[in-house]
């Protein structure tokens, strides 16, 4: 049974700073692996996608890395701005089926502070 | 960018009620999925529905539930009689095809059982 991890649980940092949030899984048989955006209250936004073939997708101010191998990704964020502040989650599809459901770390509460 | 679009934003329903929450996934999406989050806790795989069925379900996704695509553009998760441990967000998500593509989430609906 696929388990993801999100460590740590909650950042704060000052504007302006870079910073990493991690994410770990169990079952490295993974299609793909998706970051998401949770705003207080409200709905996911997907941020980057990245497919097993790849090591790194970037978005603006986003990279996010992928290393199958040893069940990880991270998620880097550059020049932090308040804005940034929310919950960042991982998510990995089952390997086994076509139904491919995700599972879902528990998040990393980010706040940037002015 | 296409959208999910969910309806209510917010229910509030009476214990034992019944209550349908609606979605309009992107329309050439061909797989189509319900997740809830508890307050507090992970987002978790409720059911995925592909070519008119049901796919898979997870154990939370007892007689109570349903889902149904009755005219090919909406998408509804039914709950019969709602108890208290129902109160979450739902988010209905949708994909466009197998394996590859990520997930497209709405931005939820808000069940408050009292």
């Known amino acids: 049974k696929q388990e993801v991890t999100q460590i740590p649980a909650a950042l704060s940092v000052p504007e302006g700073e870079n910073l990493v949030l991690n994410c770990s899984f169990t079952?490295?048989?993974?299609?793909?692996l998706q970051w998401f955006r949770q705003d207080p209250g409200k709905g996911l936004t997907s941020l980057l996608l990245?497919?097993?073939?790849?090591r790194e997708q970037t978005s603006g101010r986003l990279n996010a890395s992928l290393d199958k191998s040893s069940g990880r990704s991270t998620l880097y964020i550059a020049a932090s701005q308040p804005g940034d502040s929310a919950t960042y989650l991982c998510a990995v599809p089952n390997s086994g089926g076509s139904n491919y459901k995700l599972t879902f770390g528990k998040g990393t509460l980010l706040t940037v502070n002015p | 960018e296409p959208e999910v679009t969910q309806t209510p934003s917010h229910q509030v329903t009476q214990m034992g009620q019944e209550v349908i929450l609606r979605c309009v996934p992107i329309s050439n999406h061909l797989y189509f999925y319900w997740y809830r989050q508890i307050l507090g806790q992970k987002v978790e795989f409720l059911v995925s529905f592909y070519n008119n069925e049901i796919s898979e379900k997870s154990e939370i996704f007892d007689d109570q539930f349903s889902v149904e695509r009755p005219d090919g553009s909406n998408f509804t998760l039914k709950i019969r009689s709602t108890k208290l441990e129902d109160s979450a967000m739902y988010f209905c998500?949708?994909?466009?095809?197998?394996?590859?593509?990520?997930?497209?989430f709405g931005s939820g609906t808000r069940l408050t059982v009292v």
């Open positions: 079952d490295s048989a993974i299609y793909n």
């Open positions: 998500a949708s994909r466009l095809a197998d394996r590859g593509p990520g997930y497209t």
């Open positions: 990245i497919q097993s073939s790849q």
